[in-house]
Each structure stands twice: as structure tokens, then as C-alpha cells.
């Protein structure tokens, strides 16, 4: 009967051979032993039994291997079907992973997906850093890749350092922007110019990847009070042209676009 790789596989009986690879395990150990003790008769009773082992695991793969081969290569002709790729977006969605895109190719912030089926392998990338995954089966793979995405979903952003970053761009993109020696506090300031403020360095902007950029403006949008050491608040706010915005999402996965940040300073009262 042909196997559907859809539905789940029929059991393959790993008994025999593990049952076999296991005495021969233990054959080796006792060989030591008796060649460490000089045993003789020992030696001669686990070479013989560690020579029986051998030929039963060899006849034991032998009638195994024809129906591992014929299931993998059930999978490998699944991998290429239609029915693999709505597989792993529902298990993706199970996994509540918000994605954007379609097969190969799929963006959850800060990741891209891209699966290389050539070589039976499916790419997480972070910038210039990716991580290889060569399992397939797609529930599998859903989870490997939803545990990648929640650990650094969770980590411990420091919105405060953040902010820090963002105040210290926004003088310099300020300054430039309206010709300045002083930022005027109160104005607004292309979000495309404080990213590229804060990677001035291309191996900077290959370690930060705008997307990366755009999680990280997502989560403090969605998480925190926009406001540094009660002097400074921040506002992020659109331009009417979209081309210009930057997309991000909430843990939601619900949408936003933003393109600039005014900074405002509190005047604080002069203490005497």
C-alpha cells in the first residue's frame, strides 16, 4: 500500500535493531574489560557474541532499510507539493507567529524565512546572521522556528537604553536636518534618518538590520511610557507619503506605520 505523507506514517519497528545495536554495545564494553584484564575466555565469549550481534543488525537493517528509504523519498515528494507549504502555515499560525509573505519566502520582525528546498534546508535570518534548519516535517519545523521567534521576542529589551540611543540620534539628524548648531526641540525628524544615524558604520547597519529597527521601535510603542527622566518626551508621527513609513507590529501582529520621531524637552524650574 503507498504511503501518504500527508497523513501520519504506518509505525516502522525500530525493535530488532535496536534491541541487536544495544547488546553490541555492550559486547564492546565487556571486550575492553576482558582485553584490560587479560580474561581470555571472557575475550573469546564476547567476540563471539559481538559477532552474532554484527550479523543480526546487518540482517535487521537490511529488512528495514527498504521501507525507510520508500517513506523518505514519500517525503521528499511531499516537500515539493502544494499541500506542504498550507501544512507549515498552519502550524506557523498554530504556533501564534504573525507572518507576512508566501512560500519561500516569509517575514515575522525581526525575521526573514526563506526555505532552499534544493538542499532540503529552510533559512531563520537575522541580518547577516541566519540559522540553518534542516528539519522538515512541518509541525517540527513550526515549533523549532516559534522557539527562536518567542526567545528573542521576550528578551529583556532595556526601552531605557533605547530611548537613550533614539535622544542622541534624533540631535544629530535634528541639526542636520534644519541646519542647526542646536537641536530644536519640538521637531520632527525622519525615522530613515535617525536609523541612519544610528548605523553610520556599515558593519553597524549589517549588525542592526532595519527590520530589526522597526521590532525594536514596535515594541517600545506597544510597551512603554515614551518619555526619558521626565525631560524628554517622544512622539512618533506619519508623513503622507507611505513609501516613506516604516511598518511595524505589535504583538498582535496588528500594523502601524510610523516615519518620524519629535522629541519634546521639559523645561524644568530653576532651582536657586
Known amino acids: 500500500m503507498e504511503l501518504n505523507p500527508k497523513e501520519s506514517s504506518p509505525p516502522i519497528s525500530w525493535n530488532l535493531l535496536e534491541d541487536n545495536t544495544h547488546i553490541l554495545s555492550k559486547s564492546v564494553k565487556h571486550l575492553k574489560k576482558a582485553q584490560k584484564n587479560w580474561d581470555f575466555r571472557f575475550y573469546e565469549q564476547m567476540k563471539q557474541q559481538f559477532q552474532e550481534s554484527l550479523n543480526k543488525i546487518k540482517k535487521s537493517w537490511e529488512a528495514l532499510e527498504p521501507y525507510l528509504e520508500n517513506e523518505m523519498t514519500l517525503h521528499k515528494e511531499f516537500v515539493t507539493n502544494e499541500q506542504f507549504i ?14 507576512q509573505g508566501k512560500f519561500p519566502d516569509y517575514i515575522f520582525p525581526p525575521y526573514h524565512l526563506h526555505f532552499d528546498l534544493e538542499n532540503y534546508q529552510v533559512l531563520l535570518i537575522l541580518g547577516r546572521k541566519s540559522k540553518r534548519f534542516s528539519v522538515l516535517q512541518p509541525q517540527e519545523l513550526a515549533i523549532l522556528i516559534a522557539n527562536e521567534y518567542k526567545a528573542i521576542y ?3 529589551f532595556n526601552s531605557k537604553i533605547f530611548l537613550k540611543d533614539l535622544l542622541n540620534a534624533y540631535k544629530i539628524a535634528n541639526c542636520l536636518s534644519y541646519k542647526q548648531k542646536e537641536a530644536l526641540w519640538g521637531k520632527a525628524v525622519s525615522l530613515d534618518k535617525i536609523y541612519e544615524i544610528l548605523t ?37 508621527g506619519f508623513t503622507r507619503s507611505a513609501r516613506k513609513a516604516l511598518v511595524i507590529l505589535d504583538s498582535q501582529g496588528r500594523e502601524s506605520r510610523i516615519s518620524t520621531l519629535t522629541i519634546y524637552k521639559e523645561e524644568r524650574p530653576h532651582v536657586d
Do not use: M
Open 86 to 99: 498550507k501544512d507549515f502555515e498552519h502550524e506557523l499560525a498554530e504556533s501564534n507567529i504573525l507572518f
Open 154 to 156: 521576550n528578551w529583556r
Open 200 to 236: 553610520v558604520r556599515r558593519s553597524t547597519h549589517q549588525e542592526y538590520p532595519k527590520i530589526f529597527f522597526q521590532f525594536e521601535l514596535g515594541l517600545l510603542k506597544e510597551r512603554f511610557d515614551l518619555s526619558l527622566n521626565e525631560e524628554y518626551v517622544f512622539e512618533f
